[in-house]
Structure formats: C-alpha cells, structure tokens
C-alpha cells in the first residue's frame, strides 16, 4: 500500500509537471529528428573555378562537372576564394597545372580534390602524356597536415564557452529567485537595468578567466592551429560568454527551479550544435539553413575559426562580434522587461 501510494504521488507529481514530460518524451524526437535532417541529406558539392589560358579546357570542364566555373582571370579566382564563395580553383597553362585549395574545411579540400582527379582523369584518357604530370597543390589557409580538430576545434571552444556560461548563470540565477534574495534587491531603490547590469559584470569577470584559460589550453595544450592573435580569440569568446549568460539570466525568469532550467538544453542549446557550423551546414537542406543566422553560436564559432585557422585580423570578425554585441543588448533588454513581474518600477 505504501510503495502504491508513494507510486501515486510521483505520477502525480509528473503530470503536473508538463516541462519534464515534454523533456522526456518530445525533446528526444526533436534532437533525433535534427540529426537525422542534418546526415540525411547528400555529400557536399564544391565550387571549383577553372583557369586556364585555352577556352575549350575550361568548357571542358565545365561539361566534365557542374561544381567547375570558368573564370577569366585567375585574379578574379582568388578573390573569390578569399571571400569563402569558392572551395577551389584549377589553373591549367600547358604543361603545369595547379590546384590551390581554400582550406579551411577539410571536408571541402576532400571533395574539390576527389572532384578535380575524377575531372582530369576523364579529360586526360587520351593522353597519356598529359596524364603522368602530377598537378601543384597549395592551400590559401591551413596545410596538408590539417586535422579534422583544427576545424571544429574553433567551434567546440565557442560551444564549451557558451553551454557552461548558460548553464552556470541560469541555475544561479534562478537560486537568487528562490532563495529570496531578488525579492529582497527588488525592495530596495536598485531599478531593473542597473541589476541586470550589476550581474552580467558580476558574472563577466568569471567569464573573462574562464574564456583564458579555454582557449590557452586548446592552442597551448591541445597544439589546435592558430595563424592569428590570440588576443581576437578571447574577444569573441569574451562576447559570446555574455550573450549566453544574458540569455540564461533570461530564461530563468521563467523556470521555477534547477531542473526546468536544464530542461532549456535541448531547446536552446542542443540546435546551437547543429546550425552553428559545427556540421556542415552546405549538406542540409536548403529550407533548414536559415536557422543558422538565429544562432549566436555561429556568430560565435565562424570568427574564432576565421582568427584561427585564416589568420583574420579585426577587418574579418568586427561583423560578427557586433551580431554577438546585438544579441546580448537585446537579451539584456528582455532580462529588464522580465523583471517586471516581480516590480514594477
């Protein structure tokens, strides 16, 4: 009777409780549902361009595969590289032919090589002399000895940053909540903004030394590539350490205790993983792609990659550290407008 009745209670108490049901039975479809979105869609499709003094080789190319464009210069071609629109570009003026790669995505560099080699076997069938040159390969940014962790190290730091921040000051939050101690600084003269301001300082410290010690430890231990400053490096992690904690001292406003507060890691952290850049995001479908740009991790994630393995300097990242800035005053606004409910000032 005992052990029924203690049964009872926590049915009860689970019903009651529609978050944890919805965690426990909606959130794992959601995430399994974003996974299978994400891998089932087709392999990557590069864009080559192809330079080349002969017109009939470059419209050869073009026929051969749809990922080759003809360009009139090979000026024109690495610029376009630079500017991320290419993966690659052949350059062809018998006898050398040249491949320079943009590298920084590995699985890009795979695919434009596999791409090119299946290209020039085909054109070169018959002619065996053509086919024995081997083609220079060089690489814009990274190196042939670039691992697969040099690539999404750059967003795993911003994740790690951004889930621990979000995690660390919404429980926090939310204890001064419950514990009565927002009540208590309600009472006093202190007006919203200068509260919410008060703790994103307060927090911001910590996550100052927090965001140090990361990236130290992922290019000092680790030995992840680095070919720009460090100093732009914490900047960024810097600026998404305060948008997600002004995104989780928001969302506790709205949660009642430590376990509803977790309960917003699938809803708002997990989706950060798949539409940061973390996974390829060329590879899914066109009508998920818009996703990303709601994403503070991408913001995030693409300027501590394009400082690490580009070697981009203020004129590349200010962008996205101003995207990052946006988020934060807008999550700071929404934290004044939610404190409304406990005072009215």
Do not use: C
């Not at 130290?216 to 948008?243: C, E, H, P, Q, R």
């Not at 990242?317 to 406990?342: C, P, Q, R, W």
């Amino acid at each position: 009777m005992r052990i029924r009745a203690l049964v009872k209670r926590i049915i009860r108490q689970f019903i009651r409780d529609k978050r944890t049901l919805a965690m426990m039975f909606i959130a794992p479809l959601l995430i399994l549902t974003l996974v299978n979105l994400v891998f089932s869609n087709n392999d990557y499709e590069p864009k080559i361009a192809v330079v080349s003094d002969q017109t009939m080789i470059i419209k050869k190319f073009e026929t051969a595969d749809k990922a080759f464009t003809g360009y009139n210069s090979r000026e024109a071609a690495i610029d376009d590289l630079k500017e991320e629109k290419l993966d690659a570009y052949i350059e062809i003026n018998s006898p050398t032919t040249k491949i320079t790669l943009e590298g920084s995505n590995p699985t890009a560099n795979k695919a434009s090589m596999q791409t090119v080699e299946k290209a020039l076997k085909a054109l070169n069938t018959n002619s065996s002399e053509q086919s024995s040159i081997k083609p220079e390969i060089n690489y814009l940014h990274g190196s042939p000895d670039m691992e697969t962790f040099d690539y999404i190290g750059p967003f795993l730091i911003g994740f790690f940053i951004f889930f621990f921040v979000f995690l660390i000051a919404g429980v926090s939050f939310l204890r001064e909540r419950t514990t009565g101690t927002l009540e208590r600084l309600l009472a006093t003269p202190l007006r919203r903004w200068e509260m919410v301001a008060g703790y994103v300082l307060g927090f911001g410290i910590f996550t100052v030394i927090q965001s140090a010690i990361i990236v130290a430890f992922a290019i000092y231990v680790l030995d992840i590539m680095m070919a720009g400053s460090i100093w732009f490096v914490i900047l960024i992690t810097l600026m998404l350490a305060v948008t997600a904690l002004s995104l989780g001292t928001l969302l506790s406003a709205f949660a009642k205790n430590e376990l509803q507060m977790i309960q917003f890691i699938p809803i708002v952290v997990v989706p950060q993983v798949f539409f940061s850049g973390l996974f390829n995001i060329e590879t899914m479908a066109d009508w998920l792609k818009p996703f990303s740009y709601i994403m503070p991790l991408t913001y995030g994630g693409e300027a501590i990659r394009d400082v690490m393995i580009q070697g981009g300097g203020w004129g590349h990242i200010y962008d996205e550290v101003l995207v990052l800035a946006g988020f934060s005053l807008l999550f700071m606004t929404l934290n004044v407008l939610a404190l409304k409910k406990h005072r009215k000032l």
